[in-house]
Each structure stands twice: as structure tokens, then as C-alpha cells.
């Protein structure tokens, strides 16, 4: 199984930007489709945003999210990025990137997730 370990969030103001970073070993990411997923306490976790493993097939849970997310992957790094603009305080919550599972089981265990904070 291989492992993840997300970085990049923060506290920031409504209308700032933050880029999050998600590394995995054990697996290379080229052989799976990648999503961010995102979970706010007490709540289920939900998809964001979701790119196939060559990166010409890219989708966004919502139209908000896809006005001001972009979701990126490097291969050759092994690393997915979410590029996050605009941020608004309902984006508060932990981010999480795993497999798309939408095409099978998670493939990665899960990581410990960012903390992106939003305020108004």
C-alpha cells in the first residue's frame, strides 16, 4: 500500500491563495487516477477535485471549486498539487488526497491531511 503525506495549508485571510502538496512513496501516483478530498469534522469526505493519470481528464465537485481550484499532478515527482485562489472561509475544513474512487478501492493509505483555515 503505498503512503501519502500532504503539506501546504494554513491560516489565511478570505480571498488569499495556498497551493497544497501531496507526496507518495511506496506507489507512483502515474498509475492511478488522484483526487483531493476534503472533511470537515463530523461530516463524510467528499471529492474536490479529480485528474486521470495522464492529467487530460481533470473534473471539480462543484462550480465554485472549479472557478478557483486547480488540481495538478507531476509524475515524475510523484506529487498531486491543489492550487487553491480566492479561498473563502466555507474552504475551511482538512484537505486529503488519495486515489480517484470513482475507478476502484483507495490505493494509498491515508495521509494526515492539511489544514486549511479561511478567515473572514
Known amino acids: 500500500q503505498g503512503q501519502l503525506d500532504e503539506s501546504g495549508g494554513g491560516l489565511v485571510q478570505a480571498g488569499s491563495s495556498l497551493r497544497l502538496s501531496c507526496a507518495a512513496s511506496?506507489?507512483?501516483?502515474?498509475?492511478?487516477?488522484m483526487a483531493w478530498y476534503r472533511q470537515a469534522p463530523g461530516k463524510e469526505r467528499e471529492i474536490v477535485a479529480s485528474?486521470?493519470?495522464?492529467?487530460?481528464?481533470?473534473?471539480y465537485a462543484t462550480y465554485s471549486v472549479k472557478h478557483r481550484f486547480t488540481i495538478i499532478r507531476d509524475n515524475a515527482k510523484n506529487t498531486l498539487y491543489l492550487q487553491m485562489n480566492s479561498l473563502e472561509p466555507e474552504d475551511t475544513t482538512m484537505y486529503y488526497c488519495?486515489?480517484?474512487?470513482?475507478?476502484?478501492?483507495?490505493?494509498?493509505?491515508w495521509g494526515p491531511g492539511t489544514q486549511v483555515t479561511v478567515s473572514s
Open positions: 488519495n486515489s480517484d474512487y470513482h475507478n476502484g478501492p483507495y490505493y494509498f493509505n
Open positions: 511506496g506507489r507512483n501516483i502515474s498509475d492511478y487516477n
Open positions: 485528474i486521470s493519470w495522464s492529467g487530460a481528464n481533470i473534473n
